[in-house]
């Protein structure tokens, strides 16, 4: 069983930056496919970016470019630096786990985080 807990969340002005982190405990971290969901008020849940055992990264076309995902296998750890962040980047973002990027991809991994909050205003 693998636990995920996300933390820097926050406000934040158009244009400015945050660094979300995930802590990953209960498995082998390195084994797993990392990544970020997010769900806006009133909205579906859609995918932000996956990072595999490889450091192979996918970002959606709405974050490419802006966002950069990560890993530090030694501390257990995924992180998403996002910049230039926009008023349509605001939801909760969930940390998520899996063995097999595509069930990240779409929304369905085996393990979720709690979520943190990222609001951006205009």
């Known amino acids: 069983q693998v636990q995920l807990v996300e933390s820097g969340g926050g406000l934040v002005q158009a244009g400015g930056s945050l660094r979300l982190s995930c802590a990953a405990s209960g498995g082998t971290f390195s084994s797993y496919v990392m990544g970020w969901l997010r769900q806006a008020p009133g909205k579906e849940r859609e995918f932000v970016s996956t990072i595999n055992w490889r450091d192979t990264a996918y970002y959606s076309d709405s974050v490419k470019g802006r966002f950069t995902i990560s890993r530090d296998n030694a501390k257990n750890t995924v992180y998403l630096q996002m910049d230039s962040l926009k008023p349509e980047d605001t939801g909760v973002y969930y940390c998520?786990?899996?063995?097999?990027?595509?069930?990240?991809?779409?929304?369905?991994?085996?393990?979720w985080g709690q979520g943190t909050q990222v609001t951006v205003s205009s």
């Open positions: 998520a786990a899996d063995r097999a990027t595509p069930n990240v991809r779409s929304g369905n991994p085996r393990y």
